[in-house]
């Protein structure tokens, strides 16, 4: 069992790595693309395809972040027990959310103290951590009927509203609404991630894990589960999306084949809606499943190292962006408006690649580091 546990392990964080590296895509087209500004969900007529293709292949990074945060909670509580995993989710929700107020935030804005603080995907990971830390001693039955019950369900929200109604407008800003909330005259809250269908992402990750990775299944068990979880979630995201009567914005048959592609698979993300949370995690799943037939392959080990430490990946690679950009400003002045742009779409591409060649052995050195100090507590949360 503890060989198929480390082969367990060794996809997950290939799996990590690899969303990692494209969540560095979609940060690097926020520092030097924000000329080009898009929306959520996009408007296909105005955005080009390799644009909509960047930002699309973005959104796999949050869900399956969530979904394995849940699995690797489950993966966690077989190694200990119940108890001490809820403290292992509370603490290290607690500090997500912390983080995301002050070290992450400051990466954003450059602001001390901050005019804004934007809620963005480490709160929201933190918040569903704490909610996890509850909702893990429920019985199994009703942990997977909360799980699809909030993914499935939440876009009925969509349309209420608590704009004016003091203290629940923040609840459900938080909860499920994209908003402002002020904090007096000096400081907003943008709740950029309501936290909400996120709950029942991780909760759906966890009792994934519960399903394919409990001790005494199989390998081909656990592949024949995972697999039929992906089919089956991408089967009903195509035949929602074809009635186009629920789970998102209708999509459209526009000009061109590429713009009513495009138009179809132009899903909501803030908040992530029923057919975002399909495709994605189904997309994801598959991917998790290849990894696990290459994780041996040379080629697979730097994904590895990346997704063994994700955390310090995700605020180095902030943090040289931000100085990248101050530098750039420096360099050649602000332009396209208020903001440094690079000129397409390739080019972000390209400074993805050069960031990842240079950050590489930092990442490698740290995970080496994390991984012979495993007696320093704070590490593991990295």
Known sequence: MSVISSQRLQAIDALRGLVIIIMMLDHVRETFYLHHQVSDPMHVQ??????????????????????????????????????????????????????????VNFAWTGQFPPQVIYLQVIWAIGLSMLALSLLIGLPQKLQWLLAIGIIALHNLLDQVSFQGVTGL??????????????????????????????????????????????????????????LGYALGSITLFIILRLLNVYGDQPWLSLNSS???????????????????????????????????????????????????????????????????????????????????GVSQVSYLWLIMLILLVALYPVVQAFSKFKHANKQIAILKYF
């Open 258 to 340: 590429v713009q009513t592609g495009m138009s179809f698979f132009n899903l909501t993300k803030y908040p992530p809606s029923l057919l975002f949370i399909l495709w994605n995690t189904g997309i994801g799943v598959l991917i998790l499943l290849a990894l696990s037939k290459v994780e041996q392959s040379a080629w697979v080990k730097p994904l590895i190292v990346l997704g063994s430490v994700p955390m310090f990946f995700y605020i180095l690679h902030l943090y040289v962006l931000k100085l990248l950009y101050v530098i750039a400003v420096e360099i050649w002045g602000a332009n396209q408006g208020q903001y440094f």
């Open 169 to 226: 407008h923040a609840l459900w800003s938080i909860l499920h609404q994209r908003d402002w909330i002020e904090l007096g005259q000096s400081l907003r809250l943008r709740t950029t991630y309501p936290v909400l269908p996120w709950i029942g992402v991780i909760l759906l990750g966890y009792c994934l894990g519960r399903s394919c990775f409990s001790l005494g299944i199989s390998v081909a068990q656990r592949n024949k589960r995972l």
């Open 46 to 103: 105005e955005v080009e395809p390799a644009l909509f293709l960047s930002r699309s292949l973005a959104h796999l990074c949050a869900p399956v972040f969530v979904l394995l945060t849940g699995l690797s909670a489950f993966l966690y509580q077989q190694k200990y027990d119940l108890k001490m995993t809820r403290e292992f989710l509370f603490k290290r929700g607690l500090f997500l959310v912390i983080l995301e107020l002050t070290v």
